[in-house]
């Protein structure tokens, strides 16, 4: 973290909550509404926009020091907002191009590269980033900026990253006038979802520790 950023955070712990936090739910906010479809064609461009802002936010949680929840145990905030129908949309509407390549870390040796679906990357991130809004609504501010910062470094940093990368790369091949190769290869019906869950699990038991990683979830 710089020493400008540092010194701000300090100086106005409040202003960097409300920053946060106001970025979050503008996100929230926006995508949803993309959801809608009530403008199609521009919704690669407006997805390429709000991701990248929010990534903007994920690297200012990322880069301050580890935030410390009030509670050894996380508080409940009851059950998860459905998101199957935000996913739904976006699948049929960034259809054929919703699937694409992705490494889950650049820094593993050989590491294959798996089939990934923007639709499911939007949705998982809405819920982690909703999680923490939960929190925050309830007057746990301690505990939101916890789980947002953790949750950046072990889910939503890495998959709004890649979805970042898919969401570029559409809109430079539009740009550039270079059509899409052959999608037919990219079939994440067979193996994306185990796939998924086996590398994502053991990248994170891997690599996930130290003050954020050793907190137990849950009552």
């Given amino acids: 973290m710089s020493d400008a950023t540092l010194h701000d955070a300090k100086r106005d712990p409040d202003d960097f909550v409300v920053s946060v936090a106001d970025s979050i739910e503008s996100f929230i906010v926006a995508v949803a509404e993309v959801s809608r479809g009530d403008e199609p064609d521009s919704a690669v461009p407006f997805l390429l926009l709000e991701v990248s802002q929010l990534l903007l936010t994920g690297g200012r949680l990322g880069a301050h020091e580890d935030f ?6 996380e508080p409940d905030v009851g059950p998860e907002p459905d998101v199957d129908e935000l996913r739904e949309r976006f699948a049929a509407m960034l259809d054929p191009v919703d699937v694409y390549s992705e490494v889950f870390d ?92 086996e590398e994502a699990g053991r990248v994170m038991a891997a690599e996930i520790g130290g003050p954020l990683g050793i907190r137990s979830l849950g009552s």
């Fill in 68 to 73: 410390l929840p009030d509670e050894p145990y």
């Fill in 106 to 197: 650049p820094y593993v040796p050989r590491s294959a590269p798996v089939a990934s679906r923007i639709s499911d990357d939007l949705a998982d991130i809405i819920t982690d980033l909703r999680h923490g809004m939960a929190h925050y609504r309830d007057g746990r501010v301690s505990e939101a900026l916890w789980w947002w910062q953790f949750s950046y470094l072990s889910n939503w940093g890495p998959t709004a990253s890649a979805c970042l990368r898919a969401l570029q790369s559409l809109v430079a091949h539009v740009r550039l006038d270079q059509p899409l190769a052959e999608l037919d290869g990219l079939d994440t019906d067979a193996v994306v979802d185990e796939q998924l869950a």
